[in-house]
């Protein structure tokens, strides 16, 4: 499953959600501190990074 990150404008606290991309559309993601809905997403490359980690070429 896909695994997003946000960072929440109010409190700037940043948490991660593993979300599908249908729950992705329709869930409401929250802030987990504050409780906001006022979000900015955090585009990581994390498969990426995580692929560099493991390989050794
Ligand atoms: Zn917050």
Redesign the pocket.
């Known amino acids: 499953m896909p695994f997003y990150e946000y960072v929440?404008r109010?409190?700037h606290?940043k948490f991660g959600e593993v979300l599908t991309l249908k729950e992705q559309e329709t869930k409401k993601v929250r802030?987990p501190?504050?409780h906001?809905q006022d979000l900015e997403k955090v585009i990581e490359p994390f498969f990426a990074v995580t692929a560099k980690k493991s390989g050794s070429w």
Do not use: G, H
Request: glycine share 0%; net charge positive; charged share 40%.
């Open positions: 929440c109010k409190c606290k802030c501190k504050c906001s």
